[in-house]
């Protein structure tokens, strides 16, 4: 059924002059799930992530996010999805609070909703003396819950995080993922990037990116039962390790 499809792309390509980023992906992310997008370093998922966002355009391909499409709705899509980039988009010099009443007025938010939501959000997150600290000063796990908070700030219906967890601890890592978990029981679509494969094994569908193409994509334990195999650690080495083809000339 088309409803389920809160992301759906076709041939999805991004050409750098001679260089294929991303080659003819095909694939649907469906509501509530969350979805994760492995590939190594350079495989592709940052480049389509963006195109996903609204913040770039696909050389070839078609498709919608949360129904508006890739090529024609970009500033809609922006409006409404969340984002958290794998560089912090958040301010560094200002406070909590402010960056957090920056990012509600960027995504559209009135003064009196702000003012509720951080309310909210300083409360769940337990930082409410935190408040008046620049972001700069609080350590990487902190900031990284915040960053996620603040682009669940408007609470979209789906949240892009592009390697979320990057460089902290598993104690964090586990919190940050007790706040996915939480998102997607009031509703939210995940769609996570990695490079940890025991996140990857809380994800209910994978994409496994290699060389700009998706060599597979099915539920953890439906791709570790395919390759016969006991964890996806080792489902990602066995795909990664395969060119797809036509790309072993180039050396892509
Ligand atoms: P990582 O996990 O390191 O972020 P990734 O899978 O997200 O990797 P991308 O950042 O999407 O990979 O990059 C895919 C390829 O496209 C890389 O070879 C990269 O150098 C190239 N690339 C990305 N952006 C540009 C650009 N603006 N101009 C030229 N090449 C680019």
Redesign the pocket.
């Known amino acids: 059924m088309e409803c389920d499809k809160i992301i759906k792309v076709t041939g999805l390509t991004k050409r ?2 001679n ?1 294929t ?2 080659d003819h992906i095909t694939f649907d992310v469906r509501k509530g799930e969350i979805f994760g997008f492995l ?10 992530m963006k195109i996903l966002c609204g913040l770039s355009l696909p050389t070839e391909g078609s498709g919608t996010v949360d129904g508006y499409d890739i090529r024609t709705q970009q500033e809609l899509i922006k409006r409404n999805i969340g984002y958290m980039s ?1 560089k912090f988009s958040l301010y560094p010099d200002l406070k909590v609070w402010e960056n957090i009443r920056l990012f509600g007025g960027i995504y559209g938010l009135g003064f009196k909703e702000i003012k509720q939501r951080t309310a909210e959000m300083l409360q769940s997150l337990g930082m409410e003396d935190l408040r008046n600290e620049p972001v700069g000063s609080l350590p990487l796990g902190w900031k990284q819950k915040l960053a996620f908070s603040i682009a669940m700030v408007h609470k979209p219906p789906l949240v892009f995080l592009d ?1 979320p967890t990057g460089g902290v601890d598993p104690e964090t890592r586990r919190m940050f993922w007790e706040m996915i978990y939480r998102a997607v029981g009031e509703g939210t679509t995940v769609f996570v ?1 990695t ?1 940890y494969m025991d996140e990857a094994e809380y994800c209910d569908r994978v994409s496994i ?1 290699v060389d ?1 193409v998706i060599a597979d994509l099915d539920a953890p334990d439906a791709l570790k039962d395919k390759y016969g195999v006991p964890d996806m650690d080792s489902v990602f080495r066995t795909v990664a390790a395969r060119r797809p083809a036509g790309k072993e000339a180039a050396g892509a």
């Open positions: 750098f002059g260089f980023a991303v590939g190594a370093n350079g495989a592709g998922k940052t480049t389509a794998q390697e990037t490079h990116m700009g």
